[in-house]
Nanobody
Framework: VQLQASGGGLVQPGGSLRLSCAAS????????MHWFRQAPGKEREFVAA????????YYADSVKGRLTISRDNAKNTVYLQMDSLKPEDTAVYYC???????????????WGQGTLVTVSS
């Protein structure tokens, strides 16, 4: 599966953005989808994940209540709605597809190119 992330940009603190990750292929609905991020000078970290059916979601403690992951299997797309953004959310955001939910940032599975989110006034 090939993944294409989009939707990043510059936003002020407290603002919102919605990231999208479009997948190619007919097997999108069989994959658990994930979002990771990597801030400048820091290691890549888990942000959110959603099961293949969309029935369960998982979040890093740092984003709970502010970021929401969702998916539309008919459109082969996973989303990350980002609200109440903080400067510490600044990072390159990556989407990843895995056969099961796995929160490790070890590079396993299929990864898209990143999209840059900058939160600054």
């Amino acid at each position: 599966v090939q993944l294409q992330a989009s939707g990043g940009g510059l936003v002020q603190p407290g603002g919102s953005l919605r990231l999208s990750c479009a997948a190619s292929g007919r097997t999108f609905s069989t994959y658990a989808m994930h979002w990771f991020r990597q801030a400048p000078g820091k290691e890549r970290e888990f942000v959110a994940a959603i099961a293949s059916s969309g029935g369960r979601t998982y979040y890093a403690d740092s984003v709970k209540g502010r970021l929401t992951i969702s998916r539309d299997n008919a459109k082969n797309t996973v989303y990350l709605q980002m609200d109440s953004l903080k400067p510490e959310d600044t990072a390159v955001y990556y989407c990843a597809a895995r056969s099961l939910v796995w929160l490790g940032a070890d590079g396993s599975g299929f990864w898209g190119q990143g999209t840059l989110v900058t939160v600054s006034s």
